[in-house]
């Protein structure tokens, strides 16, 4: 009896450590997955103050790309309408350097921004038939003014970064107000001009960054008196920028009207109504990169509503639902949490605010009422607050069916 016991606790004992094994084993895979993935990020910064030189540069490159790409898309379009003839990228490149040899002034812009011009067209018809064939509104690729084309990029080759200073072929050196440093391995520099204001975009490529496991998940319910509400009670204030400066923009936008078309006048108050609408996006980004990077630190699962954002700017509140811009506040929490190892989890929006949080009990009222009361159990509760606890209770349950073996 006591070699059978023994027996048993050894077998107990063997099992008991390869249990462990494996579970050390697919930890240690899992870093290393974490580790090995590879990612592409940006990093953007102002060009700081070009030269008279550099900037009659930028500013021509930038013309004649836009050029380029209009010219491309007629001759797309012309081929088609008369002869039923498709034109693809590979065409359009062989013509490179006979457009030199006509229009010397092309020899001055580096040869890979040329050719990143035409796949800019080529990707335009791409996404042109592949709505058509998904039987959305396809939206023919339209031409270019100088308000809708804004930049250039250097794909692979062209440009260097040595410390603050950029080199650009065929323009110059110019300084960049490096506000951190470029992680990973640079591919493309993009040259983007913003109003009256020329930035330099990188996109590298670099390792994936875990970070510290919290322990800790949240449910978030997305609305306008508030910009988020926490399943913990948390209110996180929704600062309506667009909103507030609903002054500014008025005095603006009547000093436009005010003056001449085509006057230098009108040209200087559309240039100051367009600051006005920039610093908007800009506070406006900044507040969302801001608490995304708080919310992606502090919690390892985040459960949000899937919610239709092209329904809900077209709806009565579009203008408020737009000021929020919620749907760029839950890319940015995407990308964040996929770079950190953090769970992003999307649940249904129905009956999220209708349904008790504590007994299930479904409360209707309307978007009036911000406050939920339960007849059945006695709870009452912010209206959104109940949202969020029934979006972190979907989102946990949705994790567990999916989920297998995950840190």
């Known amino acids: 009896m006591e070699e059978t016991k023994k027996v048993g606790i050894i077998k107990t004992g063997v099992k008991a450590t390869v249990i462990a094994i494996y579970a050390l084993q697919t930890i240690i895979t899992v870093i290393m997955k974490v580790a090995d993935k590879i990612i592409t990020k940006s990093f953007k910064f102002r060009i700081c103050d070009p030269s008279k030189i550099v900037q009659e540069r930028l500013e021509q490159t930038l013309y004649l790309c836009r050029s380029l790409y209009n010219a491309s898309l007629q001759e797309r379009r012309d081929a088609y309408q008369t002869n039923r003839i498709s034109i693809n990228y590979q065409h359009q490149q062989n013509q490179l350097p006979e457009i030199k040899e006509t229009n010397p002034e092309y020899k001055h812009i580096h040869s890979q921004v040329l050719q990143n011009v035409l796949k800019r067209c080529e990707r335009a018809f791409d996404g042109f038939f592949r709505r058509i064939k998904a039987k959305q509104t396809p939206g023919f690729p339209r031409f270019k003014s100088a308000s809708r084309y804004d930049s250039f990029c250097y794909p692979q080759s062209g440009f260097s970064l040595m410390g603050d200073k950029l080199t650009l072929s065929k323009i110059g050196k110019v300084k960049i107000k490096l506000s951190r440093a470029v992680i990973g391995k640079i591919k493309t520099c993009t040259i983007k001009k ?104 502090t919690y390892d699962v985040i459960c949000i509503e899937k919610l239709s954002i092209l329904g809900l700017s077209r709806g009565i509140l579009s203008k408020q639902m737009n000021d929020v811009a919620i749907g ?69 349950s949705l994790l567990a069916q999916t989920q297998t073996v995950r840190l």
């Open 194 to 297: 913003e109003i009256d204001k020329w930035f330099a975009i990188f996109t590298v490529e670099t390792s994936a960054e875990a970070l510290p496991k919290t322990g800790d998940s949240i449910g978030m319910d997305a609305g306008i008196l508030s910009f988020m509400t926490l399943s913990d009670g948390t209110q996180i204030d929704n600062f309506k920028y667009y909103e507030s400066t609903q002054k500014k923009l008025r005095t603006a936008q009547r000093r436009v009207a005010r003056r001449k078309k085509g006057s230098n006048g009108r040209k200087k108050a559309v240039l100051l109504l367009r600051k006005i609408h920039q610093k908007i996006k800009n506070q406006r980004n900044d507040f969302q990169h801001k608490v995304s990077t708080y919310l992606v630190k």
């Open 328 to 396: 760029n506040f839950f890319l940015k929490l995407k990308y964040k949490a996929e770079n950190a190892d953090k769970r992003v989890i999307e649940v249904a929006p129905h009956w999220t605010s209708q349904d008790c949080s504590a007994c299930g009990e479904r409360v209707k009222k309307d978007l009036s009422v911000r406050v939920h009361h339960c007849l059945e159990c006695g709870l009452i509760l912010d209206r959104d607050e109940n949202a969020a606890k029934n979006i972190h209770r979907l989102g946990l």
